[in-house]
């Protein structure tokens, strides 16, 4: 039989377990023993699941409370000084308070940082070091979940976060390098390994995740050193876990170490195995040949062929089967989800049927004489997916073919554009406006669940929905906002709405997953061909718009970020279905500039998200996610205004193709990091209109004019006034009213000052 391993599990719990014992927890509703009992009997269940699954050898300590890098950090108690008495004091509060931040009992910590995990849609906490970081190891909870695994008699392999990629990720607080401080924590590791062997533990997995990103000359370097130590550090056989994409160019690193079993994600394909098995010598090849990312069932006969010379040539000691990942990406069961349409639920695997399908693989491959027979089930359903008119629309796929990009992307130039915009919209300087969503009050979501309840009807629903929209644009105008929207109250989610809409999308009960902490996401499954029936929000901006004198912006979810969060078909290159959802947008923006709406937004807040690990593949995804952008955007006429807006990361290092999808108008987060994002427009100059976000919305407290002021004087130094807007740095909906109109007033008041200041500056001297 062929060995089957796992490289973690989702550990949030098929209910969301884990977000509701650390819910209860935090607002006081249950103590730290019931949190970390819930805890336990999770740990337990998932191990159990997983050995039921036919996994031989379990991951134990890829279980966190909040975070795992946290818990690496912690692992070596790197805890900033800023939290030491707390965490020695009280180690729960002191972890949920580097976790969360801590504003109570005279206290008033910070959370760490937070950054997307490589280029998945979790988030990890960055631990903050200092140049003269002391390490201590400190294995207690390692150790005691080894134990607990132990006791339910299994194969176990605890994890830890291998040292370069604890460094890399993490940031020191007085500019120091964090690489720097290797020597210091490879004595640890060297510890660590003697404590376990101690323990009986015979295999321990070591994850490197940053072997798949460029190796630079540091990474180099660190990956030299640390793999010299720790191959000359007695403990368990090691297997190391190189992170996301083919480790090919990290081999002469790996080769270092030298590790007892390599694991290789090979969910793009069997081309780079050869290579691997050179490159593993006589170790184990830990093929992760399952996607751990992707929804959808793998093709196993090609998996069981692709396979079967190499198993013949090493043996089934020396070739292992796993996921291309931890399966933390995940949800973690089909069982719930009866309700999706047609055969879908047969072609989809999560995490408990991946590691079926594993099962079912080692099972073809070690009698390839019931083979064919023993995937017959598997093969159908895909082959009923290859053909399905619940998948394959023609018209769609006509019409994308008969496309001419090129042109359908161009727009008249921008001068021309701004002069007739300015014309039709006569706004004034510094303009000022939100980025559409107001505050989802606890009543706005009540009318939803009452909807779907059917304690309400749809016309009371819709009544409800009409007379929020009209309370928020009195608002607005009462504010003094030049530019107005909505406010978004249909909206529950920015994509699930609009897939709702659309062709090809499907949405599920129960399929959570983790994107950092308690926070759960339930993307919906892109699976078919994108089609618009009947236009999705133009019945809403015509009704609003009727109620101003002022522009009143209609607000689209981009086709980039709708691809980006969902579970996207792996049938098709990404880039076809992301030209399916632009032509569906495109059709949206047509309807909308016919309707009147003089302004349109096409929010893309995850376009710099989808850029690839690796730098060489970086420029076609710019080219055809920033083409897909504009092939919505280029039905507009020339006197309708495009804007967009971003969000959630740094786009610095994009911004020339920020500047490439060719808005009117791109709204920007760039409170929290005080303007950085203004350094790339020193050497750069921006060519459209810019609206640097210019107070942090994730906060419920009321910035200041001073503060705001300030900012914008910063971003007065490097963009034209006539290109500058005034607004927020994302949506409103998770705020309160009260703080709104508070900051908003201020917002307003803060333009209408520095508008004055320039009109008199710029009036000419005669
Ligand atoms: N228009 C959306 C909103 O205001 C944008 C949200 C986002 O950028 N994530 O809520
Ligand atoms: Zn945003």
Not at 111 to 127: G, S
Not at 234 to 242: A, E, H, I, V
Not at 734 to 750: K, S
């Amino acid at each position: 039989m062929m060995h089957i391993t796992n490289l973690g599990f989702p550990r949030i719990g098929r209910r969301r377990e884990l977000k509701q014992a650390l819910e209860a927890y935090w607002s006081g509703a249950s103590d730290a023993a019931t949190l970390l009992e819930s805890a336990r009997e999770l740990r337990l269940r998932h191990w159990q699941l997983q050995a039921e699954a036919g996994v031989r050898s379990l991951p134990v300590g890829d279980f966190s409370l909040y975070d795992h890098v946290l818990d690496a950090a912690l692992l070596f108690d790197a805890v900033p000084d800023s939290h030491r008495a707390l965490y020695e004091a009280d180690p729960l509060l002191g972890y949920f308070a580097l976790a969360r931040g801590l504003q109570r009992d005279g206290f008033d910590l910070r959370a760490l940082e937070m950054t997307k995990w490589f280029d998945t849609n979790y988030h990890h906490l960055v631990p903050e070091l200092v140049a003269d970081q002391v390490f201590r190891l400190r294995p207690e909870r390692l150790l005691q979940h080894c134990s607990e695994a132990r006791v339910l008699g299994l194969e176990l392999r605890p994890q830890v976060l291998g040292p370069v990629s604890l460094l890399r990720l993490s940031k020191t607080l007085d500019g120091s390098d964090p690489l720097a401080l290797l020597p210091r924590l490879l004595p640890l590791y060297a510890e660590l390994f003697e404590r376990l062997r101690q323990q009986g533990v015979d295999w321990l997995q070591v994850d490197e995740p940053c072997l798949a990103l460029d190796l630079d000359p540091a990474l180099q370097a660190a990956y030299a050193q640390a793999f010299d130590a720790l191959r000359a550090s007695p403990g368990p056989r090691l297997l190391l876990n190189c992170g996301f994409g083919d480790p090919r160019p990290a081999l002469p690193w790996i080769r270092r170490l030298a590790p007892a079993a390599l694991h290789a994600d090979l969910s793009a394909g069997l081309a780079p195995l050869p290579e691997l098995v050179d490159g593993v010598g006589e170790g184990i090849l830990v093929a992760g040949v399952v996607s751990g990312r992707s929804v959808w069932r793998s093709d196993l006969d090609a998996l069981c062929a692709g396979l079967a010379p190499t198993l013949k040539a090493r043996g089934p000691e020396r070739l292992w089967l796993a996921p291309s990942c931890s399966l933390l990406h995940l949800p973690i069961s089909l069982d719930d989800e009866r309700q999706l349409p047609g055969a879908l639920r047969s072609w989809l695997s999560f995490a408990q049927e991946k590691l079926g399908e594993l099962n079912l693989l080692g099972q073809a491959l070690s009698a390839p004489e019931d083979a064919h027979a023993l995937l017959a089930p598997q093969r159908a359903a895909l082959a009923d997916r290859r053909v399905s008119s619940l998948v394959h629309r023609r018209d769609v796929q006509q019409r994308v073919l008969a496309l001419d990009v090129e042109q359908a992307v161009e727009r008249a130039p921008l001068a021309e554009r701004r002069r007739l915009q300015q014309q039709r919209l006569a706004l004034p300087l510094l303009p000022t406006t939100t980025i559409g969503s107001f505050p989802q009050t606890r009543e706005i979501r009540r009318l939803r669940v009452d909807l779907r309840a059917g304690r309400i009807s749809p016309g009371e629903y819709a009544a409800q929905l009409a007379a929020a929209t009209e309370a928020c644009v009195r608002e607005q105008e009462s504010i003094g906002l030049d530019v107005l929207v909505h406010g978004e109250f249909e909206r529950n989610d920015m994509v699930e709405y609009f897939g709702e809409q659309l062709a090809g999308f499907a949405f599920t009960r129960h399929a959570w997953v983790q994107s950092y902490g308690s926070r759960c996401v339930k993307p919906p499954i892109l699976f078919g061909d994108v089609e618009r029936a009947s236009p999705m929000t133009v019945d809403a901006a015509v009704a609003a718009q009727a109620l101003s004198t002022k522009p009143l912006k209609g607000m689209l979810t981009g086709p980039v970020t709708m691809l980006q969060w969902s579970f996207v078909r792996d049938d098709q290159p990404r880039e076809q279905t992301c030209l399916q959802l632009a032509l569906a947008l495109r059709d949206e923006v047509d309807d909308l500039q016919s309707a009147g709406i003089g302004i349109i937004q096409i929010d893309e807040p995850a376009l710099r998200e989808g850029l690839p690990l690796r730098r060489a593949e970086r420029a076609d995804y710019l080219r055809w996610a920033v083409q897909c952008f504009r092939l919505s955007a280029g039905v507009a006429r020339p006197e309708t205004q495009i804007h967009s807006h971003m969000c959630y990361s740094e786009f610095n290092d994009i911004i020339e193709s920020v500047a490439a999808m060719d808005a009117d108008v791109v709204s920007i987060e760039a409170s929290r990091s005080r303007m950085e994002l203004l350094d790339a427009f020193v050497q750069f100059r921006y060519p459209a209109a810019l609206g640097p976000g210019v107070y942090d919305i994730h906060s419920p407290r009321v910035p200041h004019a001073g503060e705001m002021r300030e900012l914008l004087q910063r971003a007065l130094q490097v963009v034209p006034a006539q290109q500058l807007w005034v607004n927020p740095d994302c949506g409103l909906k998770t705020r309160d009213w009260p703080e709104t109109r508070a900051a908003l007033a201020a917002m307003v008041a803060v333009a209408a000052a520095l508008r004055v200041d320039l009109e008199r500056c710029e009036t000419p001297v005669s």
